[in-house]
């Protein structure tokens, strides 16, 4: 590869053959199960991909290459593994600049006393910094009149940080509820260890992106956020506990009693879709999500919608052409249209794309990417399915037809090819509303 480009090449489009060698590798002795702990991955979700006879690897992988992550992301992982014989199967997809980094059987030798770090790619991974004054000051000025928390309060509302508080966690660190100011909160504590390389700390400056979304975009469809704190062991942003869960996990329960109804499922859409509509026509420049699904869509106690994670958000352009150049694909590939992740162009027509996605999952409770069908992304199931529409419609949602049948046609509407024949979210919700809730 010419060392004057970087050309980034994206785990889904590993060529065959460098796959097969990867499975080889990795399937052997379990490596891969070492891999998924360095990409973030946690034991229970490590488990669910042992569950058949496909390759460990080759599931993982596809995975992890969902949420848009570069061979270049890889090599790094592998460097901090000190796996020496994954980074030369990949070796021919990267920058020449970082093959110095793969060392020689007789190097290697000496590696368990190396404390070098690879240089952070300049061009095709966005940079990102340590929490430092600069960062705290861009913390304060993002949270405006959001109140400033001691760590030691979030410490006593969550038994210490207990694990039985424990709600979730990812590459940006863990999420714990707690009680405050005797009322429920989510917790996200950020992790920000030294020895991280600065590529892992990219979700610092999300979090700052997060927090000024969330001061400046008030809503009931979108998630509440009550408060920051920096100084402590760890930065945390505080939010409204939200008592029915992730909508990805409402849909797919496994308690056929507790499924999602119709009513509850429209209502959701219709107010997701306001919560969507609002953020791109409050002001006049629009604020794009960026990473609009089903797990970023939190249910209350009541089952009504409140949009999260403004970690990728970024406001738009408001004069043609209506749209933002941007570096570098983010967000979830099933979500996502081919046209960004082929231009980078990001408009609100690619969250209007992503909410088509969400709306199928409604209506079927399908995963939105599933290597068990022969179209593997749900879009590219629902639109080239040759039966009628209704045999994909959830089962376990009891009648009201219609109404499936309506919101998988305003899904179709929204995953159009072109982002300039998709509605905006404004004309989507006037459609949602307009759905019958009968048989």
């Known amino acids: 590869m010419n060392q004057n480009t970087c050309k980034e090449v994206f785990i889904y489009k590993l060529p065959y053959d460098i796959m097969t060698k990867l499975i080889h590798i990795f399937d052997r002795n379990k490596e891969w199960e070492r891999l998924g702990f360095f990409m973030k991955y946690n034991k229970d979700q490590l488990d669910k991909i042992e569950t058949n ?86 913390v304060i000025e993002s949270a405006g009149s959001t109140p400033s928390i001691p760590y030691e309060e979030l410490g006593e509302a969550t038994d210490n940080w207990s694990e039985e508080n424990l709600l979730g966690k990812g590459g940006f660190g863990k ?65 409204q506990y939200m008592a029915g869960g992730a909508l990805d996990n409402r849909l797919r329960v496994k308690d056929n009693d507790k499924a999602l109804t119709w009513p509850a499922r429209l209502n959701i859409a219709i107010g997701t879709a306001r919560g969507l509509q609002f953020l791109h026509t409050i002001k006049s420049t629009p604020l794009i999500h960026g990473d609009i699904k089903c797990a970023n869509i939190l249910l209350d106690a009541n089952d009504n919608p ?60 399908l995963e939105p990417y599933s290597i ?33 049948k309506g919101i998988m046609e305003i899904g179709k509407m929204c995953v159009r090819t072109e982002a300039k024949d998709r509605p905006e979210m404004t004309d989507v919700l006037k459609l949602l509303e307009k759905l019958p809730l009968s048989d």
């Open 306 to 365: 409140r949009i999260g994670d403004f970690g990728l958000a970024r406001e738009g352009s408001q004069c043609a052409p209506n749209y933002l150049k941007v570096s570098r694909v983010f967000g979830t590939k099933p979500y996502l249209p081919k046209d960004f992740i082929t231009s980078k162009e990001l408009s609100t027509k690619v969250d209007t794309y992503s909410f088509g996605v969400v709306l199928f999952e409604i209506g079927t409770s």
């Open 53 to 138: 006879g496909e390759s460990p690897t080759w599931k993982l992988l596809n995975m992890w290459g969902d949420h848009n992550h570069t061979v270049l992301e890889l090599f790094i992982l592998l460097y901090l593994m000190k796996h020496y014989e994954g980074m030369n199967v990949i070796k021919s997809l990267i920058d020449e600049q970082y093959h110095h980094h793969i060392k020689s059987p007789t190097e290697q030798l000496d590696d368990e006393n190396d404390q070098t770090v690879l240089p952070e790619p300049q061009v095709c991974i966005e940079k990102s910094v340590k929490v430092d004054s600069t960062d705290i000051s861009s």
């Open 175 to 239: 999420v714990f509820k707690g009680t405050w100011k005797c009322t429920k909160v989510a917790i996200k504590r950020l992790e920000n260890k030294e020895n991280k390389p600065k590529i892992e700390l990219v979700q610092i400056k999300q979090s700052i992106t997060e927090l000024h979304c969330l001061n400046s975009y008030r809503h009931d469809n979108v998630l509440p956020l009550y408060g920051y704190s920096v100084g402590g062991s760890h930065p945390c942003l505080i939010y």
């Open 372 to 404: 068990r069908r022969k179209n593997k992304f749900l879009r590219d199931h629902v639109l080239n399915y040759e039966g009628d529409l209704l045999a994909l419609k959830d089962q376990r949602a009891k009648g009201y037809n219609q109404c499936y």
